[in-house]
């Protein structure tokens, strides 16, 4: 940026964290503000919930973050879905319900998740997207106080955070459950951090392993996965519980309740991980979400980067199952296929079900590939029943394979459990009206247990019970930007932050992925590049579609003899309209600030 631009009006649907009180520019003047784009489907955006958390700690009274929850799935829009959602992931400053997309238009973002600075005196000074700002955004701040302390304009003092009353229950938004051999069962009991042995009717607590607040030491625990007998007694636990949060695996004792680390630096992954095995404990992992016991080893829906990896409990090791970290959809021989945030895992002797849920897919692995049974892509959703190629989900999390061969799905955003049977190759609908069901528990007496999240419980389904419903299609409703036919200039903007430099010590630090949907949009300038600039050519006899591009820039910090090393990326899904009208250039913000 090259001039002093004023930061728009926060005006949106409603406010949560604030008491009821209805923030503005000016009731904030004095304060640092860091606007937190994001939407609670996004794994990015969770990731850097994660990241701004020691910034508050840190400038707690000169920085006041603000969440604009921008959403992409309709069930987002639900104001009473996002007032769970920032319960469920811990969110501690004020929120802004931005559902009709005003203040995300008003600030030019264009994805989830983008990260906006505006200075005490109002004026936007830095914006950015994707996940790991968070030590340019440390050294930024300290400037802007230091600044701003001297002109006499910044204002310490408390934010205007206003915590919900603390909740009760035996649960709170539990996230994954498995029958244990006694038939007792394990849930991960997710926003109190810790997993419950809970007897075989889900109503009486019988254990608790790990204390009720975050790294104690779970954080937002979610899948868990029995080791086979033989296995367990090699390895000296029963469990695999995938600690989603402190990206890291952790064994499971359940006769002596010890609670061991078996996979995971607690770093988030940051750069790229090649075909062989690597040492567990030195690995950095990304959001492990599901787990599951297929093809001798354990499986990890590994959300944060769209992937799924394996892990060896006896070798201790871990490697890359399926994909390429590129967030789309995509079938094909492992592991070149393209997955976008799997979350849920149930696996057979011979097939790999998986939920596959920012592309709304019911996916399965077989004999080395990998297909897709319901989904369309990234943008596309809905709760439509039928033909499996035209069915629709919105957003699932969990999956359960069937002794008979079809599946049921947690189809989470619809607050359904649906069932796909490959025999007739049809959609239909078992049960809804249930409150973000986010797993399926079959047990091995037949009984159905539905992981029903924002309800809290676990709740039984009525046998035999199965329901047709006539529902809607949805598309992401985003501005698209519209672009000329013909050669276009695609612009990734990055600054490094201040007190970096890029970082050309393994190569180059620059690294661009450009795909589109569908392919025939793009004639020329798809594929991975060492440039954050690059020609394409769009059809134009194709009027409408998705850019995906996939921009990450390595930088190290100049100020120290061992500087650290820092990854910025981002994935973006950009809407598309081909307009001989329109301009011939399409900028994208990976990093930028005012000058």
Not at 273 to 299: N, R
Not at 452 to 458: D, K, V
Not at 539 to 544: E, F, T
């Amino acid at each position: 940026m090259t001039s002093r631009v004023r930061a728009p009006e926060l005006k949106g649907r409603g406010w949560l964290n604030t008491g009821g009180k209805a923030l503005t520019l000016a009731d904030l003047r004095g304060k640092i503000l860091l606007l937190d784009f994001w939407t609670f489907c996004c794994i990015n955006c969770l990731h850097v919930l994660d990241e701004l958390r020691p910034l508050e700690e840190k400038y707690g009274d000169a920085l006041v973050v603000i969440g604009v929850h921008s959403p992409k799935f309709e069930h987002e829009r639900d104001p009473k879905a996002l007032a769970a959602a920032v319960e469920r992931y811990g969110v501690h400053h004020p929120v802004l319900d931005d559902g009709d997309m005003h203040v995300w238009q008003q600030y030019a973002a264009k994805a989830w998740p983008t990260l906006a600075v505006v200075d005490p005196t109002g004026y936007l000074v830095a914006s950015m997207a994707g996940e790991g700002h968070a030590e340019g955004l440390s050294r930024l701040i300290d400037e802007l106080v230091a600044k701003h302390e001297a002109d006499g304009t910044l204002h310490r003092g408390d934010g205007p955070y206003v915590p919900p009353p603390a909740p009760d229950g035996l649960l709170r938004f539990p996230g994954k459950a498995i029958e244990l051999p006694g038939g007792n069962l394990l849930v991960s009991d997710s926003a109190r951090h810790s997993v419950v042995e809970l007897s075989a009717d889900g109503e009486s607590l019988v254990h608790r392993f790990g204390g009720e607040e975050r790294n104690q030491p779970f954080s937002e625990p979610q899948g868990l996965v029995l080791l086979p007998p033989a296995v367990a007694g090699t390895a000296g636990y029963d469990v695999v519980v995938a600690d989603t949060v402190n990206h890291q695996l952790r064994g499971l004792n359940l006769t002596s309740g010890e609670i061991t680390l078996v996979a995971g630096s607690g770093r988030p992954w940051r750069s790229s991980v090649d075909d062989h095995a690597h040492d567990a404990l030195a690995a950095d992992l990304s959001s492990p979400w599901d787990l599951a016991w297929f093809d001798g080893k354990v499986i990890i829906a590994m959300a944060g980067i769209h992937q799924l990896w394996w892990f060896d409990p006896i070798q201790r090791t871990v490697g890359v199952y399926a994909g390429t970290t590129v967030e789309a959809l995509r079938d094909g021989p492992l592991p070149d296929v393209w997955m976008a945030q799997p979350s849920g895992l149930s696996a057979t002797e011979h097939r790999l079900w998986i939920a596959d849920s920012e592309t709304s897919a019911l996916r399965w692995i077989e004999d080395g590939a990998l297909h897709t049974a319901v989904g369309q892509g990234l943008f596309d959703f809905g709760h439509v029943d039928g033909p499996a190629d035209t069915a629709l989900l919105q957003h699932p999390l969990g999956v359960a394979a069937l002794a008979d061969g079809s599946v049921l799905v947690a189809d989470t955003y619809n607050g359904a459990v649906r069932r796909y049977d490959p025999a007739s190759n049809e959609v239909s609908t078992v049960d809804s009206g249930l409150a973000e069901p986010s797993d399926i528990l079959v047990t091995s007496g037949g009984d159905v247990l539905v992981v029903e999240s924002a309800a809290h419980r676990l709740t039984r389904l009525a046998p035999g019970v199965v329901k047709t419903v006539a529902g809607e299609r949805h598309k992401t409703e985003r501005p698209p930007s519209h672009l000329a036919p013909g050669e276009v200039t695609l612009d990734v903007i990055f600054t490094p932050a201040p007190g970096q430099k890029l970082d050309s010590q393994f190569g180059s630090p620059l690294r661009l992925t450009v795909s589109a949907s569908p392919a025939e949009l793009l004639l020329d300038g798809e594929g991975t590049t060492t440039d954050l600039s690059r020609k394409l050519v769009l059809n134009p006899d194709v009027p409408k579609g998705v850019l995906q591009v996939v921009a990450q820039a390595a930088t190290c910090d100049v100020d120290a003899e061992y500087g650290a090393c820092h990854l910025t990326r981002q994935d973006w899904g950009v809407p598309i309209v081909v307009d001989p009208a329109a301009p011939n250039r399409l900028p994208l913000i990976l990093r930028g600030l005012d000058g």
